[in-house]
């Protein structure tokens, strides 16, 4: 009985789409059981546990702890270390919630803790999501405004803004210029089809917010007609400085790359190129063929700049 039991329950955990090509869904309801025994152990009230989300309240305050990147590492370990592993990702979360107050009413203190992540925009949040401070700044996604204290993410809704009283523009490009370059722990220069430059970004966070800031932050990555940058994951970018027509082949030969760090590492944003052009962002249109094939077109804006050439 007990095991019918257990089983049972395992049915009853609907795996997230996000999920279904990463882990089973008899895993993914291992993950949550471990998960939600943690929580137990800790005494610690789970709201909901679902679409990814471990919904608590501590203290009065709620927190969501998404298992986005924690379902990504996990599937590269040994079954056996997942308790371990689970245990020591919870641990790392603190009730900061008294510090954020502070930050709230105060500006001159938040400010340099000010961050921005990117998002897929197709992620399910909470309801009360909707009120988080965030604009698209590559379409497809959604770019959030951020307090990074003691290694945690507090996102900030508008309300939280209020006493600030500073232009939400202003807040953004603060945010954007606190990206931590320190944090990129690698930028390699590459060559494709033995001419093209292109650049891989690589940090735990922070990739794909510094692609909001390349001509300040790597001037190298931008070409005369712009460049074309993929997001994969937040903590994977890639950049190739345009100088010639061959935008396509480029892209072409990047694809199955991009696609890989799309899949398989943690923090996945999205696995489209975009052509990034004197402050404007444009998608580079893509169409599935096939599980492992597409049909990819530049924007009409670059195929003119291009015929210029």
Request: with cysteine; aromatic share 12%; net charge negative.
């Amino acid at each position: 009985m007990g095991l019918f039991n257990l089983f049972k329950k395992k049915r009853g955990i609907p795996l997230p789409d996000a999920y279904a090509s990463l882990i089973s869904a008899a895993d993914y309801a291992d993950v949550i059981g471990i998960a939600l025994r943690y929580h137990k152990e800790k005494q610690i009230t789970v709201i909901s546990s679902d679409d990814g989300d471990i919904h608590v309240s501590i203290d009065g305050q709620r927190q969501h702890r998404y298992l986005d990147n924690l379902v990504r590492w996990i599937i590269q370990s040994p079954k056996g270390d997942w308790k371990k592993i689970i245990y020591a990702h919870f641990d790392k979360f603190k009730d900061n919630s008294s510090a954020i107050k502070f930050f709230q009413k105060d500006f001159e203190h938040a400010s340099p803790l000010l961050r921005v992540l990117i998002k897929n925009d197709q992620i399910k949040w909470p309801e009360e999501s909707s009120t988080f401070l965030s604009r698209c700044d590559f379409p497809g996604t959604r770019t959030f405004i951020v307090i990074e204290f003691e290694n945690q993410f507090c996102y900030i809704s508008t309300k939280d803004i209020q006493e600030w009283e500073m232009p939400i523009d202003e807040i953004f490009d603060i945010a954007i210029g606190n990206t931590p370059a320190e944090e990129i722990t690698s930028v390699t220069e590459g060559t494709l089809l033995d001419k093209f430059p292109f650049f891989l970004f690589l940090s735990g966070d922070f990739s794909a917010s510094l692609m909001l800031d390349l001509p300040n932050r790597a001037p190298f990555a931008v070409g005369s007609y712009g460049t074309i940058i993929a997001i994969p994951t937040k903590g994977t970018a890639f950049a190739h400085p345009i100088e010639s027509k061959n935008v396509l082949d480029v892209v072409v030969e990047l694809l199955p790359t991009v696609e890989k760090f799309y899949y398989e590492d943690p923090g996945q944003i999205t696995n489209n190129f975009y052509w990034s052009y004197n402050g404007t962002v444009l998608v580079l249109p893509m169409v599935r063929t096939g599980e492992t094939t597409a049909t990819i077109t530049l924007p009409d804006e670059l195929i003119s700049l291009l015929n210029s050439i």
